[in-house]
């Protein structure tokens, strides 16, 4: 998968690079809106990373003449301001998603890979499993080597989030939006909380734990002893 | 006394000596016709200028004074409106300016050198708003970079365990202080008007019923209970993002300054013609001094004991400003060591009036 990454500020554009070539991606980068309009019509990309305040040509109105010459590669908006009119205003122009600064590498990544598989068309199967622990997504229900455990409402939507993206990290904000959808950070540890109750039913008395606490990141499901 | 008052007095003054020495002047000159022409029959002099003064100037300078009485209220009527005017006028409204009669007087002269002094001030606090903001949106960059540095050299899998211990805390800090910048640019849009909250109709006790879940939860490392103790079906009109953070704010305070062991009450009613939501906790709660003072901006309570509990110093003033933002309004009560009221209300849907029957 291949990613442009279009970022006038230098630092914030190379450690962009760096994760998400860790993350398995090639990257390439660009600093204004003129050079990323040239890149994305030479080169066919997978996804773009796109910051919104530019020199010269802006975030938006590169999005708006990708738009408008039928380009249709997932764009991820970054901006500084944040703001929720400001979002909806990426999103109308034809943004794919939109991330604040400052931002948790691990969100971006999340992101841009979400993106990617959005243009892939990713199949959704009915049951997710990860080590001995399957979830159905059609009755709702999790066992555990033969245990069924009873989940709320919250409990299973945010099991569901995790084991979907297992083996990866998910970062706080991402389990927000996606399991709460707050799209601001509530200054609580609910996402914390509400990990250790999971752990709690589904790990306790288990020699394989399958949660995972990535400290300063976020919370991972895998199989691991 | 009022201006209006002295000003009538001085003027009665001013007509009742006029009037002596009009008197004075009138007798002398009748005197001497008398006293010319011998008179030995009719009224002595004093008599007639006595009949004289009684009828008609007693009676015109009751007339002069209620004439005096009447000009000054016409003079002072600018000065009661600028009075007004003034009256309504605070961080907000700096923009609008005083009236002006623009007939030129000293007193519109005043008005319009009062406003421009509030032309000014309103340039001032313009400029401090926006030194904020423009504040807060270039922390962000450095902030993104830090962030994105601190995290990278985490993903080292050689990283020291030292190295990585600091980065970690750093990581927690860089988190605390963009929640503040975060805030403080909402703030700062809402205080210059900047921000329209896109509202719908939203079900006031599905929030309220999802908050209780969240907060049963947020509670029980601290084993308090926490009660829904009324959901009554409520409509508002209200932006649904803005009204959970107000509402998990509100239950994230109610656990963070309560008492291990302790209980949580919340109910959502209907009260005229406002949606009533109050949750009470028990705990320390807040000394009657500084109540007042909660909503400041970047208040911490009493410094003694305060600092233990996390937060960014902005949770209530935002929760204030999203109450107003929905023409509502938060009100705390506390007895301390006992129980903390904090009581929400928030105008019902216009239309619907009362409590919405669900089928």
Not at chain 2, 51 to 70: C, Q, R, T
Not at chain 2, 274 to 297: Q, S, Y
Request: one cysteine or more; glycine letters at 8%.
């Amino acid at each position: 998968m291949r990613v442009l990454i279009v970022e006038d500020e230098k630092k914030t554009a190379s450690f962009i690079r760096k994760a998400l070539q860790d993350a398995g991606f090639a990257a390439d980068v660009c600093h204004n809106g003129n050079d990323a309009i040239a890149a994305a019509v030479g080169t066919p990309f997978d996804a773009v990373v796109l910051d919104i305040m530019l020199p010269g040509r802006d975030g938006l109105s590169v999005l708006r003449y990708l738009r408008d010459s039928k380009n249709t590669t997932p764009v991820l908006l970054l901006s500084a301001r944040g703001e929720v009119d400001e979002r909806v205003e990426g999103l109308n122009a034809g943004a794919d998603d939109y991330l604040a600064k400052p931002f948790a590498l691990v969100e971006l990544v999340a992101r841009v890979r979400a993106l990617g598989r959005r243009g892939a068309g990713e199949s959704k199967s009915a049951v997710l499993r990860v080590g001995d622990l399957t979830l159905d997504t059609i009755t709702r229900e999790a066992r555990r080597d033969g245990k069924k455990f009873d989940l709320t409402v919250r409990e299973y939507r945010l099991l569901e989030f995790l084991m979907r993206s297992a083996g990866r990290i998910c970062g706080r904000m991402a389990i927000l939006e996606k399991v709460w959808d707050y799209d601001f950070d509530p200054g609580s540890n609910l996402v914390d909380v509400y990990i250790k109750r999971l752990r709690e039913k589904i790990d306790a008395g288990f020699e394989v734990k399958l949660f995972h606490t990535v400290r300063g990141m976020g919370y991972m499901m895998k199989e691991e002893p | 006394m009022t201006i209006r008052c002295r000003l009538t007095l001085w003027y009665a003054g001013v007509l009742a000596v006029s009037l002596l020495l009009i008197s004075w002047a009138v007798y002398a000159e009748f005197a001497e016709q008398y006293h010319r022409h011998h008179h030995t029959s009719g009224e002595s002099p004093l008599d007639e200028i006595g009949e004289i003064v009684m009828s008609v100037g007693l009676p015109a300078m009751v007339l002069g004074v209620a004439a005096g009485w009447w000009m000054t209220r016409r003079a002072l009527k600018p000065i009661a409106n600028l009075t007004k005017a003034a009256k309504e006028i605070d961080e907000r409204t700096l923009g609008r300016l005083l009236p002006r009669s623009n007939n030129g007087d000293e007193l519109d002269e005043l008005a319009a050198v009062l406003n421009a002094m509030q032309t000014r001030l309103n340039e001032a606090f313009r400029q401090i708003r926006e030194f904020t903001l423009h504040a807060s949106h270039e922390l962000k960059t450095p902030l993104t970079v830090m962030y994105g540095e601190s995290e990278t050299a985490l993903r080292d899998e050689d990283l020291p365990p030292a190295e990585r211990e600091r980065h970690l805390s750093q990581l927690d800090e860089l988190r605390r202080l963009s929640k503040i910048v975060d805030g403080l640019t909402l703030l700062t849009r809402a205080d210059s008007g900047q921000l329209n909250l896109k509202m719908e109709p939203l079900r006031l006790d599905e929030l309220a019923r999802d908050l209780h879940g969240d907060a049963v939860i947020l509670a029980e490392p601290m084993a308090v209970s926490v009660e829904l103790a009324a959901c009554e079906p409520l409509a508002v009109m209200g932006n649904a993002h803005r009204l959970r953070q107000l509402f998990l704010n509100l239950a994230d305070n109610a656990v963070k300054y309560n008492k291990p062991g302790g209980r949580i009450v919340m109910s959502l009613r209907p009260s005229g013609r406002v949606a009533e939501f109050v949750i009470t906790n028990t705990g320390p709660g807040i000394r009657a001094d500084i109540l007042p003072r909660v909503f400041d901006r970047f208040f911490r309570g009493d410094p003694a004991h305060g600092n233990d509990v996390e937060g960014c110093g902005l949770g209530l003033s935002i929760a204030q400003w999203i109450a107003s933002a929905h023409g509502g309004a938060i009100r705390i009560e506390s007895v301390p060591s006992d129980v903390t009221t904090v009581t929400l209300h928030l105008p019902l849907m216009a239309g619907g009036g009362g409590p919405v029957r669900v089928g």
